[in-house]
């Protein structure tokens, strides 16, 4: 059976999702797209895909079985609660939404339809480097993971799209999430420190480095810097009680030459975790073909929402800030139990 797909938001993720989704995998067919700047829309439309000027529009045609949202992180919330409206599994790219009440709402209607439909976009934990260096922490030979260094570097953001809270609500949800996914915890404070601001980053605050304190004890620091030049660079390292664990550097393409011997380094997202962006879709393909959900959870997306809260508050008071979550609705508690 072919999926029936409608994207909402065409802009570089859409597209980018748009061509795996017609170029690189199978199973599904983009039959509807929509996007506030309709030219973009109806350029970026394949085939015979109809433009719809507004995706609830799209949302309720009975051609689209299924949606993927790669709009901006505020229009995500209305834009979910109308696919869950209407029962259609759904894919949301980070952030899955910029507030708590969002979250909740989302949450909410999720548990009242009584089954997952919603995917959130972090696509660390289909990377196969990132799942190759859970498969070491769960399987123990290291002991209990202890500390946790994630290092977050663009060589650049949007002027203008990307704003001075971005770095602590878009960016640092990922490092929030694999935090949580990697060492099988939950985070309960947050603090940040701002030190001496890059003369590249103009009105950002950039870098930010930001501690994460988990319910276990275990800390994690993040390193953000966004307007870094030199490329796109993620790396993580695990501290246990017997050995770390590491993410390769990569890719990898050495460069030998008269100046001397280099590595490549990506220039973005596109080009590091592409591969992890096919699984994260083909995983989706096959559980909204039968019409539900996989991976990245509503509550996921909630408590990484939750963390993005706090980062901002403890940017602006300088302490450590608390989490406080909702009881883990058994829908959720289900799908980790399948997962583990
Ligand atoms: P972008 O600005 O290039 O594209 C966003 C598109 O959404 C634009 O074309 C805009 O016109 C459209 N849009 C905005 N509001 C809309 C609405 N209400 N209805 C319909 N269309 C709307 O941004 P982008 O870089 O493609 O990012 C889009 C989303 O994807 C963001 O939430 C971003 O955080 C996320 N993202 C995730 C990753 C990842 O690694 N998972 C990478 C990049 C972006
Ligand atoms: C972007 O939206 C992403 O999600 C990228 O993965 C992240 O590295 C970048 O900082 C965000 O702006």
């Not at 079985?65 to 790669?70: E, F, L, N, P, S």
């Not at 899955?96 to 209607?109: F, G, I, Q």
């Not at 963390?307 to 940017?315: N, T």
Request: charged fraction near 25%; proline fraction near 4%.
């Amino acid at each position: 059976m072919t999926l029936q797909v409608g994207v909402i938001g065409t802009g570089m993720i859409g597209q980018d999702h748009i061509r795996r989704l017609t170029q690189v995998l199978s199973g599904v067919e983009i039959v509807a797209v929509s996007d506030i700047d309709r030219d973009r829309a109806k350029a970026s439309a394949p085939g015979t895909a109809e433009v719809f000027d507004t995706p609830e529009a799209l949302v309720a045609t009975d051609r689209v079985q299924a949606v993927v949202i790669c709009s901006w992180g505020p229009a995500h919330e209305a834009q979910l609660l109308a696919c869950i409206a209407a029962g259609k599994p759904v894919f949301c790219e980070k952030p899955m939404v910029t507030s708590e009440a969002a979250a909740l709402k989302v949450m909410e209607a999720e548990v009242a339809f009584g089954r997952r439909l919603v995917q959130v976009g972090f696509m660390r934990r289909f990377d196969a480097d990132y799942r190759r260096l859970k498969a070491v922490i769960d399987g123990g030979s290291l002991g209990a993971p202890l500390l946790y260094h994630s290092v977050h570097r663009n060589a650049s953001v949007p002027e203008g799209l990307y704003t001075s809270e971005m770095p602590l609500n878009d960016t640092l949800v990922h490092d929030a999430d694999i935090s949580r996914w990697l060492l099988g915890d939950e985070v309960t404070g947050v603090e940040v420190r701002v030190p001496r601001r890059s003369t590249r980053g103009k009105d950002l605050r950039d870098p930010v480095f930001v501690l994460l304190h988990m319910a276990s004890g275990a800390l994690v620091d993040v390193e953000i810097s966004v307007n870094i030049a030199y490329g796109y660079d993620i790396r993580g390292e695990v501290s246990c009680e017997a050995g770390i664990a590491s993410l390769p550097n990569r890719p990898a393409t050495v460069v030998s030459d008269r100046h001397g011997i280099r590595q490549a380094i990506p220039e973005d997202w596109r080009e590091r975790f592409i591969e992890a962006y096919d699984q994260e879709f083909r995983e989706w393909i096959a559980a909204a073909g039968s019409g539900t959900a996989t991976g990245p959870s509503t509550w996921d997306g909630y408590a990484a929402t939750l963390v993005a809260d706090a980062a901002l508050r403890a940017a602006a008071s300088g302490g450590l800030e608390r989490i406080a979550m909702r009881e883990k609705p058994a829908l959720y508690r289900a799908a980790a139990a399948e997962a583990a």
